[in-house]
C-alpha cells in the first residue's frame, strides 16, 4: 500500500430518519485507499454500499447523518462545508454513476459539459478546454471525438454516454474516482469494453479507482483490494486473491457460491433439471417474424419496419429447458410475447402440440392460456400495487377456470404459495411490503397455479441480488422437476442461462447467430459473436480476469432499423444500401444439433 | 458454512414480518395526509362550512328570501366603522343587503349552492372523464387517435359562449347549470386519465393480466382504473374549487342562479356594486369563497403527496 493514503474513512456511520424509523445504512465502516489503487467495494442491494460514498464526498440525502471520520490526503472532510468540498470535490475526487443518461444534462452537449468542468475547476482557457475535452475523449477511446463533441446525451448510445461521464470524471487528473455500478445497466460486450478503459486509466493515470458493484466478477476484473459490505458493515477486505480465494467470512464464501459462474455451470449445491427423456415436441416456431412499423419525423414519412424478430425457428421438447440470451435489442422479449401471443405476429407459424395457434378461436385460445404462462422481470411492476398478492395470485385461476368456486380457488393459492416459499398468511398483503425476491415468489406462484406446461421466465432474476437469484432458480428448477413443465429461460446473464438452460439459443438482432446444447456452446461456440458475447463475461476469479484477452467487438450494438446490421459477420455478401433486400445468414449445422449461422 | 445466508435472511425477514401489520396503500396515505397540518385543518373548516351551510340556516330567525325594507344595507351592529348609514340590529350577525335581507342565512344558503355546484359538476366529469379517458387511452391507436381529437375540438369552443349558448336555449335551469359546467371540466379530466392509462397499459402487470388470459373489460376495472385513482383524486380536489369559480363567474355575469336564491357568485357580484358604501356585503362571501377554496387547494397538495408511494 502506498505510503499516505489518498482517502481515509474510519468509524463511518450513517443514518437516515425515515417515517418508519431511523435506518442504520453504515455501520463502523472503515478502510484505506492508496495511490493508484483499485478497491473493490461489493455487496447486494441495500449493503450501503452506494451510500459510504455518498457520505464521505458530501452528497447525503437531506434526512442521512453521517459520523465518523474521511480524511483526503490527510484533511478531514467528512461533513465539510460546500465551499471547502468543492475544491476538489469535481476535479480532484470524481464521480461515475449508474445510469449515463440520468447524470448528463439533456440539453446541453457532451462536449460542452465536459468544457464547464473543466473551466470551472481548473480556470483554462476556453480553447485550451476544448483541446483538453478531445483529449480526454479519445483517452476513453471515443472514435471521432470532435464530432462526438457537438452531440446531445441522447444522441449517445448507453456505452458511448458512460464514457463520456468517464472522460469528464478523469478531465480534471483526478486522485480518486468512484465509480457506483458503472456497468450495471450496460450490455455485457459494452461492459467489457468500459471496464478495459477502467483497467487502463488506474495504469496509464495513476488514478485511484473506486468501484462499486453487486458482481464479483466485475471486481474480480479490475479491483487490487476488495472490501465486502453486507447490511451496512465491512465484513470482510483485503487483497483481491485472498477475498478470492481464501474467504474467511461467511457472507464472503455465500456470495462467491451464489455466484452463477460461465466457467463452472454447476454451482455447488445446485441441482439441474434432468435432461427431458419424453421425445414429444411440445412447441414448434416457426420461421416467425414480429415488425414493428416505425414511422419517420413528419405526417406523410415512410413508414419502416423494425424487425425486432425475423425469422425464427425452434422446437422444444417436454420437459426441456431452451435458454435465449443476446444482448438488448436482440428481440428475445418479442419472441416470448410473440410465442404467447401478447403481441401480433408479422409472419411465421407456433405450433403447439400439433395445433396452429394462428388459427385458433377466441375460446380455445383463452384455454391454451392456461398451458402457457410467462414469469417478468421486475417482481414489483409486474404486480398490480393496489391488489393483494393472494388476488394478483388468483387472478388467472379466476379467469381461466371460473368453475372453481371461492373456497376452492383459496385453497389452490394457500398450496401455491407454500410450494415458492411464501407463508400462505400474507395472503392479504401487498407487494409493497415485500422484498424483490418474495415478489417474485408471487410471481412464480401466479404462473404456476394453472399447472401450465410451457413458462416462459423473461429475465425473470435478473432484477435480483445473487443470493435471491440463486434461490428463486432453485425454486425454478424445482418445479419444473416436480411438474415435468417446459421452460424458456430468457436472459442477458450467460451464467444464468448456462447453469438452468438444456439447450442455449443465441440470439443477435432478431435472427439466431448459434444453438446448440449448452455445454458445446460455451465450451465450442463456433459464431464471432458468440465467442466475443462468452469471452465478455466476467467471471468472478481475479487469475482467470487478468489472463483474458478479450474478443472485443468494438462499437456498441448496431440499431435493428438498419437492414445492414444483420450481415456485421457476414460482411462479404453485404449489399452496401439502406434500402436493399439483403441476404439473410442461413443456419448451417456443424455437429447433430448445434447450429451456427454463416459468417466470414 | 451451516445455513446459506440467503434462507437466513428470510427467514429473519419472516419472523419480522410477523409482527408487521399489513397496510395497504390507502392506510399508509391516510396516515401521510393525517401528518399533514395545512391539509388537515382544511379539512376540518370545510366540515364546519359545509355542516353551517346544510344546517344552519335551520336555526336563524330569519328566511333567505325575507325582506325588511326598514333595514336596507345596514351594516351589522359591531361594525368598526360607525359613519355607516345605519345599524341592522344585534340579530343580524353579517348585516343586511339591499333589499334587506338577511346577509349570513343568505351567505350559507350560497355556499349550499356554491358547494353542490362544485360537487356534482365534479362528479359529472369524473364519471364521463374518467371512462372516455381510460377507454381512448386503453385501446390506443386509431380509436384513441380519434377521441382525443373529439376532446381537442370541444377544447376549441370558447366555453362562456357555449354555457350562454345552453342558457339561451334552454333557458335559465339550475341543473343546467351543473351540466354545463361539468360538461367543460370532463375534458381535462379525460386527458389526464387517458395519460396515466398509456403508461398504465406498458405496465408488466397489465402484461401479466393478459397472459393470464384476463379480457379487456377486466383489466380496465380490475388494474387500470384503481391505479389511475391517484391522480384522478388529486385533480378532483381542483375541479372543485375550478367550478365553484365557473358557477361565480356565471353569476357574476348574471347567466346564473336566479333570485331570490343566491349563490357566493351572486352574493359576490351584489357585494361588489356596493362596494364603496357597504363593503360587508362584498367582504363576507367572499371570505368565505375564498376560504373554501384555499381549502381545496391545500387538501389536494396533501393528497398528492400522500398518494405518491415515493414519497415515504
Redesign the interface.
Known amino acids: 500500500m502506498a505510503p499516505s493514503p489518498i482517502l481515509e474513512i474510519r468509524d463511518l456511520d450513517v443514518r437516515f430518519a425515515t417515517p418508519d424509523g431511523e435506518v442504520h445504512a453504515v455501520r463502523n465502516a472503515g478502510f484505506t485507499i492508496g495511490e493508484s489503487e483499485c478497491l473493490g467495494v461489493v455487496g447486494e442491494s441495500g449493503s450501503g454500499k452506494s451510500q459510504l460514498f455518498m457520505a464521505a464526498t458530501g452528497l447525503l440525502a437531506a434526512n442521512g447523518k453521517a459520523t465518523g471520520s474521511v480524511k483526503y490526503r490527510g484533511q478531514e472532510i467528512l461533513n465539510a462545508p460546500p465551499a471547502q468540498l468543492n475544491r476538489f470535490r469535481g476535479s480532484k475526487i470524481t464521480m461515475i454513476f449508474q445510469d449515463p443518461l440520468t447524470s448528463l444534462t439533456p440539453h446541453m452537449t457532451a462536449g460542452a459539459q465536459i468544457i464547464e468542468t473543466l473551466r470551472i475547476h481548473t480556470g483554462l482557457p476556453q480553447d485550451e478546454a476544448v483541446k483538453r475535452a478531445v483529449e480526454v475523449l479519445e483517452l476513453v477511446r471515443i472514435p471521432e471525438a470532435r464530432r462526438r463533441m457537438k452531440q446531445y446525451p441522447h444522441e449517445l448510445s448507453g456505452g458511448m454516454r458512460q464514457r463520456v461521464m468517464i472522460a469528464m470524471a478523469i478531465a480534471c487528473g483526478p486522485d480518486l474516482l468512484i465509480a457506483d455500478e458503472p456497468t450495471t445497466a450496460l450490455d455485457v460486450t459494452v461492459q467489457a469494453q468500459i471496464l478495459e478503459i477502467m483497467r487502463d486509466l488506474k495504469s496509464e493515470l495513476k488514478t485511484a479507482i473506486v468501484m462499486i458493484s453487486h458482481d464479483m466478477g466485475v471486481i474480480a476484473g479490475v479491483a487490487d483490494r476488495v472490501a465486502v459490505m453486507r447490511q451496512g458493515e465491512v465484513v470482510e477486505s483485503g487483497p483481491v486473491d485472498d477475498i478470492f480465494y481464501r474467504p474467511r467470512h461467511d457472507y464472503t464464501k455465500m456470495l462467491l457460491d451464489a455466484m452463477p459462474r460461465l466457467d463452472r455451470p454447476d454451482r455447488a449445491g445446485h441441482t439441474h433439471a434432468p435432461a427431458p427423456t419424453n421425445e414429444r415436441t411440445l412447441l414448434q416456431v416457426d420461421d416467425l417474424k414480429v415488425h414493428f412499423p416505425i414511422r419517420g419525423d413528419g405526417w406523410l414519412a415512410r413508414t419502416r419496419p423494425l424487425r425486432a424478430v425475423d425469422g425464427v425457428s425452434f422446437t422444444l421438447r417436454e420437459g426441456e429447458t431452451l435458454g435465449i440470451v443476446g444482448e438488448s435489442g436482440c428481440g428475445k422479449s418479442t419472441l416470448a410475447r410473440a410465442v404467447l401471443k401478447l403481441l401480433p405476429k408479422t409472419d411465421g407459424r407456433v405450433v403447439w402440440m400439433t395445433r396452429d395457434l394462428g388459427a385458433l378461436s377466441a375460446a380455445e385460445q383463452r384455454r391454451l392460456r392456461k398451458e402457457l404462462q410467462i414469469v417478468f422481470q421486475d417482481p414489483l411492476a409486474s404486480l398490480d400495487p393496489r391488489m393483494t398478492i393472494g388476488e394478483s395470485i388468483a387472478e388467472p385461476l379466476r379467469t381461466l377456470q371460473p368453475e372453481l368456486g371461492r373456497a376452492a380457488i383459496r385453497e389452490k393459492v394457500r398450496k401455491i404459495m407454500e410450494q415458492v416459499g411464501l407463508d400462505a398468511a400474507w395472503i392479504n398483503r401487498y407487494p409493497h411490503e415485500f422484498s424483490g425476491g418474495q415478489n417474485q415468489r408471487v410471481g412464480v406462484a401466479r404462473a404456476m397455479i394453472v399447472e401450465p406446461r410451457l413458462v416462459i421466465c423473461d429475465e425473470a432474476v435478473s432484477a435480483l441480488d445473487v443470493s435471491i437469484q440463486a434461490q428463486i432458480i432453485d425454486l425454478i428448477v424445482k418445479l419444473q422437476t416436480d411438474t415435468g413443465m417446459s421452460l424458456i429461460f430468457i436472459s442477458h446473464d450467460l451464467s444464468v442461462v448456462r447453469q438452468v438452460s438444456h439447450r442455449v439459443m443465441v440470439l443477435y438482432l432478431g435472427r439466431i447467430v448459434e444453438m446448440a446444447d449448452r455445454d458445446t456452446i460455451y465450451n465450442d461456440p463456433r459464431h464471432p459473436y458468440t465467442k466475443a458475447l462468452i469471452s465478455a463475461v466476467p467471471i468472478p476469479d481475479p487469475r482467470i480476469e487478468r489472463g483474458k484477452r478479450h474478443e472485443k467487438l468494438s462499437g456498441d450494438l448496431p440499431s435493428p432499423l438498419d437492414t445492414r446490421a444483420q450481415l456485421n459477420f457476414l460482411k462479404s455478401r453485404l449489399i452496401d444500401d439502406p434500402d436493399a433486400a439483403q441476404y439473410r445468414p442461413q443456419l448451417i449445422e456443424v455437429a447433430p444439433g448445434h447450429l451456427v449461422a454463416e459468417h466470414d | ?1 451451516s445455513v ?4 437466513d ?2 427467514a429473519d ?2 419472523a419480522r ?2 409482527d ?1 401489520k ?4 390507502w392506510d399508509d396515505a391516510l396516515r ?1 395526509l393525517v401528518r399533514n397540518r395545512a391539509a388537515v385543518v382544511s379539512i376540518v373548516i370545510l366540515l364546519l362550512i359545509a355542516l353551517a351551510a346544510v344546517f344552519g340556516p335551520l336555526f336563524l330567525a330569519y328566511d333567505y328570501s325575507y325582506q325588511n325594507y326598514d333595514i336596507v344595507s345596514c351594516a351589522p351592529d359591531w361594525w368598526p366603522d360607525k359613519a355607516v348609514l345605519c345599524s341592522a340590529g344585534g340579530s343580524h350577525w353579517f348585516g343586511t343587503d339591499s333589499l334587506g335581507r338577511d346577509l349570513l342565512v343568505r351567505t350559507l344558503y350560497g355556499a349550499r349552492v356554491s358547494l353542490a355546484v362544485g360537487l356534482i359538476a365534479t362528479v359529472v366529469s369524473l364519471v364521463i372523464g374518467v371512462s372516455y379517458g381510460a377507454t381512448a387511452g386503453f385501446l390506443g391507436g386509431r380509436v384513441d387517435e380519434l377521441m382525443m381529437r373529439f376532446v381537442d375540438v370541444l377544447y376549441s369552443i370558447p366555453y362562456i359562449f357555449l354555457v350562454i349558448i345552453l342558457m339561451v336555449i334552454f333557458d335559465r335551469n339550475f341543473f343546467l347549470l351543473f351540466v354545463a359546467i361539468g360538461a367543460v371540466e370532463w375534458l381535462t379530466m379525460a386527458r389526464i386519465v387517458r395519460g396515466q392509462t398509456l403508461s398504465l397499459k406498458q ?3 397489465v ?9 379487456n373489460f ?1 383489466i380496465i376495472t ?2 387500470i382504473i ?2 389511475v ?1 391517484g391522480p384522478v383524486i388529486v385533480y378532483v380536489t381542483l375541479t372543485v374549487p375550478a367550478s365553484i369559480l365557473a358557477e361565480s363567474f356565471l353569476s357574476f355575469l348574471g347567466l346564473g342562479i336566479q333570485e331570490p336564491l343566491t349563490s357566493w357568485g351572486v352574493l359576490i357580484k351584489d357585494g361588489a356594486d356596493q362596494m364603496e358604501t357597504a363593503p360587508w356585503m362584498l367582504l363576507f362571501p367572499a371570505t368565505f369563497m375564498a376560504i373554501t377554496l384555499f381549502c381545496f387547494n391545500f387538501i389536494g397538495d396533501g393528497l398528492r403527496d400522500a398518494l405518491d ?1 415515493q414519497d ?1
Do not use: D
Open positions: 458454512m446459506p445466508f440467503g434462507q435472511r428470510i425477514v419472516m414480518a410477523v408487521v399489513g397496510r395497504s396503500l401521510r405496465k408488466e402487470f402484461e401479466a393480466a393478459r397472459a393470464g388470459g384476463v379480457g377486466s380490475r388494474h384503481p391505479n385513482f408511494p415515504r
